[in-house]
């Protein structure tokens, strides 16, 4: 739970700044085209904007030690490029480990699969590619960082992003089904 908390201060200063630079851009845009803006969509793309920083942080930043005094790990990492060898590897060896990392790798990009229809009203297919595109950065950048390249963490995290939509989608079902039956 340590861990958990540590990464949420981590984070949070990198979600901070990068909210704060998407406001005063949003506002310069705005005031420069004077259009109004939609807080029903603003809202979400600020949410997502932050969960995304977030993510990147832990995930495609250098990994930081603090030691003695705060230093930034850099070179190559470990790459796998066999599917499901991980997820076997700590499946059989290591549960704890396996669960954390099944669990983490979905969860972690659900919010992907659930903020890329919201915003821009695409469909699974979209959504999934997205997804997968964006693991793929992370995992490519990893490379430059001394963090793990693992193919399973790409197949994990498209799998959590599709959970995501089919969440969304569920979630959408349920509101037009209310506003329909408000209606009657």
Same mark, same amino acid.
């Given at each position: 739970?340590? !861990?958990?908390?540590?990464?949420?201060?981590?984070?949070?200063?990198?979600?901070?700044?990068?909210l704060?630079?998407y406001?005063?851009? !949003?506002?310069?845009?705005?005031?420069?085209?004077?259009?109004?803006?939609?807080?029903? !969509?603003e809202i979400p793309?600020?949410?997502?904007?932050?969960?995304?920083?977030?993510?990147?942080?832990?995930?495609? /930043?250098?990994?930081?030690?603090f030691?003695?005094?705060?230093?930034?790990?850099?070179?190559?990492?470990?790459?796998?490029?066999?599917?499901?060898?991980?997820?076997v590897?700590?499946f059989?060896?290591? /549960?704890?480990?396996?669960?954390i990392?099944?669990?983490?790798?979905i969860?972690m990009?659900?919010?992907?699969? /659930?903020?890329?229809?919201?915003?821009?009203?695409?469909?699974?297919?979209?959504?999934?590619?997205?997804?997968?595109?964006?693991?793929?950065?992370?995992?490519?950048?990893?490379?430059?960082?001394? !963090?793990?390249?693992?193919?399973?963490?790409?197949?994990l995290?498209?799998?959590?992003?599709?959970?995501?939509?089919?969440?969304?989608?569920?979630?959408?079902?349920?509101?037009?089904?209310?506003?329909?039956?408000?209606?009657?």
């Amino acid at each position: 739970m340590d !861990r958990i908390f540590g990464y949420i201060s981590y984070m949070m200063p990198f979600m901070l700044i990068a909210l704060v630079i998407y406001i005063i851009i !949003r506002l310069i845009v705005v005031k420069k085209r004077k259009k109004r803006i939609s807080i029903k !969509r603003e809202i979400p793309l600020m949410l997502f904007i932050s969960y995304i920083t977030g993510l990147l942080s832990i995930t495609a /930043f250098p990994k930081v030690v603090f030691n003695d005094g705060i230093r930034l790990v850099v070179g190559p990492g470990s790459v796998n490029l066999i599917p499901f060898r991980t997820i076997v590897t700590y499946f059989d060896e290591r /549960f704890i480990i396996f669960a954390i990392l099944f669990a983490g790798n979905i969860v972690m990009f659900m919010p992907v699969g /659930f903020f890329v229809p919201l915003i821009w009203k695409k469909g699974p297919l979209f959504t999934t590619m997205c997804g997968l595109l964006f693991s793929l950065f992370i995992e490519i950048s990893q490379q430059f960082v001394v !963090r793990n390249t693992d193919i399973d963490d790409l197949i994990l995290n498209t799998f959590g992003v599709y959970l995501g939509y089919l969440l969304y989608a569920a979630a959408k079902h349920i509101i037009n089904r209310s506003k329909k039956s408000e209606e009657l």
